[in-house]
């Protein structure tokens, strides 16, 4: 497949993002992001929140949302506690800078011909680096309510039904990466996605992780590319 760079794919591409500040039951509060919405030009944008409601050719699951952060500096992010009695499938979507790992999403789209990626995560905290998001998953697992920042934990079921409607036959992608601390979440995951027909490109590492879609390496990116194109394509 022909290799897009991203001053290309910045053109054709916006992404759209739910930010909120998780009040957790003791108190704390984390930075988090629910979803994001990747969206081509062709696709109406004028109210950003409405792609919220709307039926993605595709959904990606990945580790969480890294450094992603609003474009609008003066942004102030809503505060959640959950359960939500009242949840609504709705989301507050805003403008945010795509990284390197997303620009890989947008050229498989590029190829697939998609328009609308929605991109979920194990876990919503936002956190840029995997050691220290990692020791706060197993911090908040000592709160109680704290395993609230996943999106596939029970009490969200509500949400993740929404954010995974799709037309039939919508593949969802993973690519969460090779972390064996990530096996909890990625137990819970599974299990809540399970009979969907899901790709990836495997791990020798274990049979629930993945390759992660944006290596260092620009060799490794393509290699990723071209494993993931063969697998959707079978």
Same mark, same amino acid.
């Given at each position: 497949?022909? *290799?897009? /760079?991203?001053? %290309?794919?910045? !053109?054709? *591409?916006?992404?759209? =993002?739910?930010?909120? %500040?998780?009040?957790?039951?003791? =108190?704390?509060?984390? !930075?988090c992001r629910s979803v994001l919405e990747i969206v081509d030009a062709s696709l109406p944008q004028?109210?950003?929140?409405?792609?919220?409601e709307r039926k993605p050719d595709a959904v990606v699951i990945m580790m969480n949302p890294g450094s992603s952060h609003p474009k609008d500096i003066y942004h102030v992010d809503a505060e959640i506690e959950y359960p939500q009695p009242n949840h609504s499938p709705r !989301?507050?979507?805003? &403008?945010?800078?795509p990284d390197n790992t997303q /620009?890989?999403?947008?050229?498989?789209a590029v190829f697939k011909g998609w328009s609308h990626i929605r991109v979920l995560n194990l876990s919503d905290l936002r956190d840029p680096k995997s050691g220290s998001f990692l020791? !706060?998953?197993?911090?908040?697992?000592?709160?109680?309510?704290?395993?609230?920042? $996943?999106?596939f934990c029970k009490q969200r079921e509500g949400e993740l039904a929404h954010a995974l409607t799709r037309d039939f036959p919508s593949p969802i992608l993973l690519g969460w990466g090779q972390d064996m601390g990530l096996l909890p979440l990625v137990g819970q995951c599974m299990k809540s996605i399970e009979g969907e027909s899901t790709y990836t490109v495997s791990s020798p590492v274990h049979p629930l992780l993945?390759?992660?879609? $944006?290596?260092?390496?620009?060799?490794?990116? &393509?290699?990723?590319?071209d494993s993931m194109i063969k697998e959707l394509e079978k």
């Amino acid at each position: 497949m022909e *290799f897009v /760079y991203a001053a %290309e794919l910045k !053109k054709q *591409f916006s992404c759209y =993002g739910h930010f909120y %500040e998780l009040v957790m039951m003791n =108190g704390d509060r984390v !930075k988090c992001r629910s979803v994001l919405e990747i969206v081509d030009a062709s696709l109406p944008q004028e109210s950003p929140s409405d792609l919220s409601e709307r039926k993605p050719d595709a959904v990606v699951i990945m580790m969480n949302p890294g450094s992603s952060h609003p474009k609008d500096i003066y942004h102030v992010d809503a505060e959640i506690e959950y359960p939500q009695p009242n949840h609504s499938p709705r !989301k507050t979507l805003v &403008l945010t800078q795509p990284d390197n790992t997303q /620009y890989q999403v947008m050229r498989i789209a590029v190829f697939k011909g998609w328009s609308h990626i929605r991109v979920l995560n194990l876990s919503d905290l936002r956190d840029p680096k995997s050691g220290s998001f990692l020791q !706060k998953v197993e911090a908040l697992s000592e709160i109680m309510g704290g395993h609230v920042h $996943s999106l596939f934990c029970k009490q969200r079921e509500g949400e993740l039904a929404h954010a995974l409607t799709r037309d039939f036959p919508s593949p969802i992608l993973l690519g969460w990466g090779q972390d064996m601390g990530l096996l909890p979440l990625v137990g819970q995951c599974m299990k809540s996605i399970e009979g969907e027909s899901t790709y990836t490109v495997s791990s020798p590492v274990h049979p629930l992780l993945n390759a992660h879609p $944006s290596p260092m390496l620009q060799s490794k990116k &393509l290699l990723w590319l071209d494993s993931m194109i063969k697998e959707l394509e079978k």
